[in-house]
C-alpha cells in the first residue's frame, strides 16, 4: 500500500511537471497561445508580472534613503519625497504600481476561474497563483506600515488586534495561536520599534524571497503545459507564443510603462486621500475620522463593519479553503458555471470596492 501512494504522488507530480517538456523547444518556440474571445485575458498575467517587477525596481531604490526605525522613518520619507532628485516620482511609481500590480492580479484571478484554467494538469499552477494571491496581500499590509505616519501605525493596530480576535472563536489551546501570531509579529506589548523593523524585514526580505520562489514554480507550470485553452472543445485559431505574443506583450508592458509614469509625474499617490496622510505618528495624537484601509481591502473592511467578526471571519475562511481547492471541488463543473461564478465574485469585488462607503451607510445610516 505505502508503495503505492508513493507511485501515486510521483505519478502525480510528473504528470504536473512533465520534465520532458522543459526545454527552450517546448516551452517558447513550439508553445502556442490560443486566440479566441477572452484572449485579452492571457496579457494580464504578464502585466502583474510587469508591475511586480517596477516594484522590486523602485522599492531598490528606496532602500538607499529609507531609515526603519520610529525615530528616522517619517523623517527618511519626507527626505526622499521632497529632497532626492527624481524621489517623488519614484515614491509614486512604487505606490502605484501596487494598487496596479493587486487589481491585475484580482483580474488575472477571476478570468483563470471563469476559463476553468485550473483543470487538469494545472492545478499547482493555480494553487501557486493563489499563494501568490495572498503573498501580495501580505505586500500591502507590510508596507502600509513603513512611512510610520498616524493612519499607518493605527491601522497596523487594528488589523494586528483583529488576528487576535479570531481565538475567541477557536477551540483549547487553539484559542492561543493568533495571540502568539499577533505577539510575534508585533514583537512587543505595543506597535513600536520592533514592529516596524519586523514589518520592514517581512516587506522586504522574508515576502520577496517567498514570490520569487512561488512565481518561479507559477511560471515554470504555464511554461511546461501552455495557456489554459480557456474554451470548450479544440482550440480553433492559435499564434505562436514567439514571437507573436512575445511582441504583443512587450508592447503591452510600454504602453503600461508610459501610463505609468505619466500618471506617477503628474498625480501623486496620496493626492486622493481626503486626509493629511503625512502627519507623523503620535502616540498621544488621535487617527483621523473616516479612515478606511487601501482600496484592496474593502472586500473585507465593509463586511467588518457591517457583520458580526465571527461570520466575517468563518466566511474568509471558507472562501480561501475553496479557492484552494477549486481544482478538485469544481472538477466536473463546465465552464459555463464558472463563468457565472467568477462574475459573481467580480460584481462582489467591483460593487464592494466602487460602492461600499455607499452599502454601508444604506444599512447603517452613516458613521
Same mark, same amino acid.
Given at each position: 500500500?505505502?508503495?503505492?501512494?508513493?507511485?501515486?504522488?510521483?505519478?502525480?507530480?510528473?504528470?504536473?511537471?512533465?520534465?520532458?517538456?522543459?526545454?527552450?523547444?517546448?516551452?517558447?518556440?513550439?508553445?502556442?497561445?490560443?486566440?479566441?474571445?477572452?484572449?485579452?485575458?492571457?496579457?494580464?498575467?504578464?502585466?502583474?508580472?510587469?508591475?511586480?517587477? /517596477?516594484?522590486?525596481?523602485?522599492?531598490?531604490?528606496?532602500?538607499?534613503?529609507?531609515?526603519?526605525?520610529?525615530?528616522?522613518?517619517?523623517?527618511? /520619507?519626507?527626505?526622499?519625497?521632497?529632497?532626492?532628485?527624481?524621489?517623488?516620482?519614484?515614491?509614486?511609481?512604487?505606490?502605484?504600481?501596487?494598487?496596479?500590480?493587486?487589481?491585475?492580479?484580482?483580474?488575472?484571478?477571476?478570468?483563470?476561474?471563469?476559463?476553468?484554467?485550473?483543470?487538469?494538469?494545472?492545478?499547482?499552477?493555480?494553487?501557486?497563483?493563489? &499563494?501568490?494571491?495572498?503573498?501580495?496581500?501580505?505586500?500591502?499590509?507590510?508596507?502600509?506600515?513603513?512611512?510610520?505616519?498616524?493612519?499607518?501605525?493605527?491601522?497596523?493596530?487594528?488589523?494586528? @488586534?483583529?488576528?487576535?480576535?479570531?481565538?475567541?472563536?477557536?477551540?483549547?489551546?487553539?484559542?492561543?495561536?493568533?495571540?502568539?501570531?499577533?505577539?510575534?509579529?508585533?514583537?512587543?506589548?505595543?506597535?513600536?520599534?520592533?514592529?516596524?523593523?519586523?514589518?520592514?524585514?517581512?516587506?522586504?526580505?522574508?515576502?520577496?524571497?517567498?514570490?520569487?520562489?512561488?512565481?518561479?514554480?507559477?511560471?515554470?507550470?504555464? @511554461?511546461?503545459?501552455?495557456?489554459?485553452?480557456?474554451?470548450?472543445? @479544440?482550440?480553433?485559431?492559435?499564434?505562436?507564443?514567439?514571437?507573436?505574443?512575445?511582441?504583443?506583450? &512587450?508592447?503591452?508592458?510600454?504602453?503600461?510603462?508610459?501610463?505609468?509614469?505619466? /500618471?506617477?509625474?503628474?498625480?501623486?499617490?496620496?493626492?486622493?486621500?481626503?486626509?493629511?496622510?503625512?502627519?507623523?505618528?503620535?502616540?498621544?495624537?488621535?487617527?483621523?475620522?473616516?479612515?478606511?484601509?487601501?482600496?484592496?481591502?474593502?472586500?473585507?473592511?465593509?463586511?467588518?463593519?457591517?457583520?458580526?467578526?465571527?461570520? /466575517?471571519?468563518?466566511?474568509?475562511?471558507?472562501?480561501?479553503?475553496?479557492?484552494?481547492?477549486?481544482?478538485?471541488?469544481?472538477?466536473?463543473?463546465?465552464?459555463?458555471?464558472?463563468?457565472?461564478?467568477?462574475?459573481?465574485?467580480?460584481?462582489?469585488?467591483?460593487?464592494?470596492?466602487?460602492?461600499?462607503?455607499?452599502?454601508?451607510?444604506?444599512?447603517?445610516?452613516?458613521?
Amino acid at each position: 500500500m505505502a508503495r503505492g501512494t508513493v507511485a501515486k504522488c510521483l505519478e502525480f507530480i510528473a504528470e504536473r511537471f512533465p520534465i520532458e517538456k522543459a526545454d527552450f523547444h517546448s516551452m517558447v518556440t513550439k508553445k502556442t497561445v490560443p486566440v479566441h474571445g477572452m484572449s485579452w485575458a492571457y496579457y494580464v498575467g504578464g502585466l502583474t508580472l510587469f508591475f511586480f517587477l /517596477v516594484q522590486v525596481a523602485t522599492g531598490l531604490l528606496l532602500l538607499f534613503y529609507y531609515q526603519p526605525t520610529v525615530s528616522d522613518a517619517y523623517a527618511s /520619507v519626507e527626505y526622499i519625497t521632497r529632497q532626492v532628485p527624481g524621489g517623488a516620482l519614484v515614491r509614486n511609481m512604487h505606490a502605484w504600481s501596487s494598487s496596479c500590480m493587486i487589481l491585475c492580479l484580482l483580474v488575472h484571478f477571476v478570468t483563470t476561474m471563469g476559463m476553468k484554467a485550473f483543470g487538469r494538469p494545472r492545478e499547482l499552477t493555480w494553487i501557486s497563483g493563489v &499563494l501568490l494571491l495572498l503573498i501580495t496581500f501580505g505586500f500591502g499590509f507590510t508596507g502600509y506600515l513603513l512611512p510610520w505616519h498616524q493612519i499607518a501605525v493605527n491601522a497596523t493596530k487594528v488589523g494586528l @488586534q483583529s488576528i487576535e480576535l479570531v481565538g475567541a472563536y477557536l477551540p483549547g489551546e487553539l484559542s492561543r495561536l493568533p495571540t502568539i501570531i499577533r505577539e510575534t509579529i508585533q514583537g512587543e506589548p505595543s506597535v513600536g520599534q520592533s514592529t516596524l523593523s519586523r514589518f520592514y524585514a517581512i516587506h522586504v526580505i522574508v515576502l520577496p524571497l517567498t514570490v520569487f520562489a512561488v512565481l518561479g514554480l507559477h511560471l515554470l507550470s504555464v @511554461q511546461l503545459h501552455g495557456m489554459s485553452p480557456g474554451v470548450n472543445g @479544440q482550440v480553433r485559431r492559435s499564434e505562436k507564443f514567439l514571437p507573436f505574443f512575445i511582441i504583443k506583450d &512587450l508592447g503591452v508592458w510600454g504602453i503600461a510603462f508610459l501610463v505609468l509614469f505619466t /500618471v506617477a509625474l503628474c498625480v501623486p499617490f496620496e493626492s486622493f486621500f481626503s486626509f493629511a496622510l503625512f502627519a507623523p505618528y503620535d502616540a498621544l495624537g488621535s487617527t483621523p475620522e473616516g479612515i478606511k484601509p487601501e482600496w484592496y481591502f474593502f472586500f473585507v473592511y465593509y463586511p467588518l463593519e457591517l457583520l458580526p467578526f465571527w461570520a /466575517v471571519a468563518a466566511a474568509q475562511t471558507a472562501g480561501i479553503g475553496l479557492v484552494f481547492a477549486a481544482p478538485w471541488i469544481f472538477r466536473e463543473s463546465s465552464r459555463k458555471t464558472m463563468t457565472a461564478l467568477a462574475s459573481a465574485v467580480a460584481c462582489y469585488l467591483v460593487a464592494i470596492t466602487l460602492f461600499g462607503s455607499v452599502i454601508y451607510t444604506f444599512f447603517k445610516g452613516g458613521r
